[in-house]
């Protein structure tokens, strides 16, 4: 029995590197019947995490709240916040694994990419308020895509930054693009994957996704310079220095 992620890249190795399946089954030493099973289906593996967790995780998304407003909150302030009473070291490290996603991305550069190898995702958040109803305002996030070859940019503005939201006007998106790249970008993104220490993890929404898809991923390391619209980044995918999927 194949795990979700197991099953995305053996989608990935077929649509996105053109690979038979004698080929995905010696790659990733699986049998070739298994390998048949996951391209036939179109329904994922049911996820099944590892481990029992951590004390910290039924205070996330209170952590994600308090990062929303203030990325540079200290973890002992966030401690308080969420009246969290344990060891601290723990809370210091989940804050650290959650502050790059709320932080500003900085400066500039220039590459250039083969048509169709990779195209950039993130979200931008206006500088002004949208009218959502009964009076009421709100700072909506816009998604944003960069096909890196074109400079194309597709968005749409969104909810939120739930997983349901990002990850339907990430389809959308791709659906208004008409293609699906070799590879997505991805800077941190919550509803795409969180790390846990120096091991990245993937969400399930997310590995649904792009294993019907069969499109690969790079999620940049903490503090890399390549930002939206390709604008700045080294000279060749292995530079990126991201874990690639």
Known sequence: MIDVEEWAEIRRLHRAEKMGIKAIARRLGMARNTVRTAL?????PSYVREGRGSAVDAFEPAIRRLLAL???????????RIGWTRGITVLRERVAELRPAYAVPEAFGRTEYKAGELCQWDLWFPPYDIPVGYGQTAVLPVLV?????????????????ESADVLGGH???????????????YDGEPAISIRRGKRLIYTEDYLRLKGTLGMGSIVLAKGHPFCQHGLRHPQSIPSLKGETD
């Not at 203030?70 to 308080?80: C, F, N, Q």
């Not at 194309?152 to 939120?160: D, F, R």
Request: charged share 20%; proline share 8%.
């Open 145 to 161: 895509g960069v096909p890196c070859y074109s400079r194309w940019i597709l968005a749409h503005m969104i909810g939120s930054k």
């Open 40 to 44: 036939r289906s179109e329904e994922a």
């Open 171 to 185: 389809l959308g998106l791709l659906i208004e693009l008409g293609k699906v790249p070799k590879m997505g970008v």
């Open 70 to 80: 203030t990325p540079d909150m200290p973890a002992t302030v966030v401690a308080e």
